[in-house]
């Protein structure tokens, strides 16, 4: 796991059923959403987190990546990519954010 995504303090989600997504809908009345991470690898995001809506998800989505990149301490290079998906409890995506580094010609 990024080493930045170890280290913020998550509201996680109550452990599924097996087979299930990430909670029963009426087991609490915030949400669970998953915020995978591709970097040079996946890392899946198998927690969750709870949050009150999607647009709160959407606001972690974006504060994250920056956060990630500042972990990355100088050492992401010109032609890597990454990128965040963020799903809810179903597994549906809802956004995904991607970062690109390119060399200028």
């Known amino acids: 796991m990024l080493p930045i995504l170890a280290e913020r303090p998550r509201s996680t989600c109550p452990t599924p059923q097996p ?58 290079r010109p032609y890597e990519d990454g990128s965040m998906e963020v799903e809810d409890e179903l597994q549906n995506p809802l956004y995904t954010l991607r970062i690109s580094a390119e060399k200028p010609k």
């Open 19 to 76: 087979g299930s997504s990430f909670r029963p809908p009426e087991a609490s009345s915030k949400n669970c959403y998953a915020f995978h991470v591709h970097h040079g690898h996946t890392e899946l995001d198998r927690k969750g987190e709870e949050l009150p809506d999607k647009h709160a998800a959407w606001r972690e989505a974006t504060v994250t990546p920056g956060q990630i990149l500042q972990g990355l301490d100088g050492t992401l």
